[in-house]
């Protein structure tokens, strides 16, 4: 059993008997707990949830993405980018780095469960603060929506397979707005190899021009989410009501 200390975090790994501690830490960060466990429900409740929180809602005050039913292929696609380099390689982008120390920190065996996991968990619909997006544009920011963005992601922004685009609804807006800032800034998706993100470098790089651009598509995205946590339920065939889509 082996474990790399980062500086960004704490690691503490419980030994296969439950007797063995490692503790590394640095003040700034959580302490991240490790398991040995290969249940997804686990794996994720030990592991995930302190920064995704219990339900996969994320955290602001981590800037942590909601990620419950995330889509797999999505998924093990971000995995295999953070432990081969291609996201979080750089400490200028503190939230990837410290993503990447635990990705790289679980078994493939536990990776193929926990995803699994996180994609039968009930996608979570933006409410308050990570849904309010402050003097945008959703109308303006549809206009780009149509035009650059819905042709991979889809008009309701629930992402495609077929071209490696994830769902944007299920997000918190701050959440969107820092990755298209990463991918314009070449924080993300700048790797060689990169394919799927360098995608987004270009359409950030060639198509969004400033940051009220930005954040406008961003504000339209969020009116593609239901309206609320009680009108998610009543939503016939909505992708918040049934889990794993
Ligand atoms: C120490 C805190 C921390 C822990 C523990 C953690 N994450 Fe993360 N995770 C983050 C942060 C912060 C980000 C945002 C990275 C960024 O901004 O690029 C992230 C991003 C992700 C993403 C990318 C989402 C996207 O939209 O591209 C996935 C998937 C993910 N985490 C899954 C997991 C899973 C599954 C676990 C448990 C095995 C886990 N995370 C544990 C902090 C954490
Ligand atoms: C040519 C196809 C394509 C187009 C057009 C496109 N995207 Fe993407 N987008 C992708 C792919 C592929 C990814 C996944 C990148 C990765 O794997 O890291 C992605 C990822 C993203 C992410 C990160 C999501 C997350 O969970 O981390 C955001 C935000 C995003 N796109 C927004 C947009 C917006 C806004 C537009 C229009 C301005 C747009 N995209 C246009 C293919 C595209």
Not at 32 to 54: E, L, M, R
Not at 164 to 169: E, K, N, Y
Not at 204 to 227: C, S
Request: aromatic share 6%; proline share 6%; hydrophobic share 40%.
């Amino acid at each position: 059993m082996k474990i790399k200390p980062v500086q960004l975090l704490a690691l503490v790994l419980f030994g296969i008997g439950g007797g063995c501690w490692l503790v590394a830490e640095t003040p700034a960060a959580p302490a991240v707990a490790s398991t040995q466990s290969v249940d997804g429900k686990v794996i994720f409740q030990t592991v995930c949830a302190q920064c995704h929180g219990s339900a996969g809602e994320g955290k602001p005050e981590l800037k942590s993405p909601s990620i419950a039913g995330m889509p797999s292929w999505y998924v093990n696609t971000q995995f295999a980018n953070l432990r081969e380099g291609r996201r979080g390689h750089d400490a200028a982008d503190p939230q990837s780095f410290m993503m990447a120390a635990v990705a790289k920190a679980l078994q493939p065996e536990q990776i193929k469960a926990v995803v699994a996991h996180v994609e039968q968990m009930p996608m979570k619909v933006p409410v308050g603060k990570d849904r309010e997006m402050a003097n945008t544009n959703p109308q303006e920011g549809m206009r780009l929506f149509q035009e650059r963005c819905m042709e991979c992601h889809r008009y309701n922004a629930s992402g495609e397979m077929a071209f490696g685009s994830p769902p944007l609804i299920g997000r918190q807006g701050w959440y969107l707005e820092e990755q298209l800032k990463k991918f314009k800034a070449g924080k993300r998706g700048a790797v060689k190899n990169d394919v799927n993100g360098a995608k987004m470098v270009q359409m950030t790089t060639l198509f969004i021009e400033d940051e009220q651009m930005l954040r406008d598509v961003v504000a339209y995205i969020m009116t593609l989410n239901p309206e609320s946590k009680e009108q998610q339920q009543i939503i016939e065939g909505s992708p918040f009501e049934s889990a794993g889509r």
